[in-house]
């Protein structure tokens, strides 16, 4: 069986990054055995197949703050129309399609938008690919995509997409 060097430089890097969370020792002799260290763990770990890669990382971080972000500004508009009573609601059911077509990214664009109170999702139709959302306040028609699904599921793809 071939190994994967990329599974091998992830898995090494994972472990270097413990070894140096463990020990606090910026030590030449540190850093040495603990790459050295590293390097044996991954090798033997290898064959328990891929591990996320360390690049993934950056795009972990922007959708955590995509979404943090996202949240803030709807909590605010929220409390903003509830206490401001010349505000209307102007609340109503849209049906958004995804392009996704995997179970996994669909599900993980309902959940992640339904964190943010403007958009709750209520049902799916995986044969359409479309989810159905209710929306504190409702996108025009053209711009629903790229107002609820588009943003999300462009950041989910870089964070599940190809280790090219």
Known sequence: MAVNWRTVGALTFWCFVAWLALTALLTVESVLAGLGVSLLVAWS????????????????VRLTAFVAYQVLLANISLARRIWTPSLPLETGMVIVPTRFGDESRVAAVGIVSSLIVDNQIVDL????????????????????????????ERRITALAGGDG
């Open 45 to 60: 770990l290898v064959r328990l197949g891929p591990v996320v890669r360390p690049w993934r990382v950056v795009s972990m």
């Open 125 to 152: 139709d995986r044969s359409r690919h479309q989810l159905v959302y209710h929306c504190i306040a409702v996108p025009a028609e053209g711009h629903r995509y790229d107002e609820i699904n588009g943003p999300l």
